[in-house]
């Protein structure tokens, strides 16, 4: 009565491909972009470019843009963000983040990120409100911020926290 064992080869074969295919196609619309700094590096959200800004005065300083997640609103909206290097000798650290910080930062808090001591803030220019984090790697100061328009912030602002813990600092 028994024709032998069942083989479920060939159904499972396809059901790996399947798979594979489709969390590539998810890896490929999903991963976060990532920028390497010297000594440092970042992940931005997923279609985000950075570059070089060109700074005579400041080498290290990077600026970014790209897309962020549509949501709930009529038309796609953009993010900003930007990245520098700072050294620094004795650290005297609310009043160093706040000399090298753009604006002013309106709320911050300490903790550790990669096992670094660091600092998150929030600041705001003329129509961007920022996200930010200032890591000490021991020799120098890395400040990466992202933002967005002020009336989009809050909803955004979860993606923007996750780029500042991405902040890895090398030494």
């Not at 985000?48 to 005065?57: C, F, M, V, Y």
């Not at 949501?71 to 005297?92: C, R, S």
């Not at 803030?121 to 409100?129: H, L, M, N, W």
Request: charged letters at 20%; one cysteine or more.
């Amino acid at each position: 009565m028994s024709e032998g064992p069942v083989s479920f080869g060939k159904p499972l074969l396809w059901l790996v491909i399947i798979g594979c295919a489709g969390g590539g196609y998810w890896a490929f619309t999903h991963n976060p972009y990532s920028y390497d700094g010297a000594g440092w590096s970042v992940k931005f959200p997923h279609g985000w470019e950075a570059s070089s800004a060109n700074d005579a005065s400041d080498p290290s300083k990077v600026f970014a843009k790209g897309p962020l997640p549509k949501g709930d609103l009529p038309e796609d909206q953009a993010g900003v963000g930007w990245a520098k290097v700072v050294y620094h000798g004795t650290l005297d650290w609310p009043s160093f983040m706040q000399r090298n910080l753009p604006g002013t930062a309106t709320w911050s808090q300490d903790l550790d990120v990669d096992y670094k001591k660091a600092q998150m803030f929030i600041y705001e220019d003329a129509s961007v409100q920022y996200l930010g984090i200032a890591v000490d790697r021991g020799d120098a100061m890395i400040f990466v911020a992202t933002g967005c328009a002020k009336n989009l912030f809050a909803q955004y602002k979860p993606i923007f926290e996750k780029v500042a813990m991405s902040v890895r600092a090398q030494r």
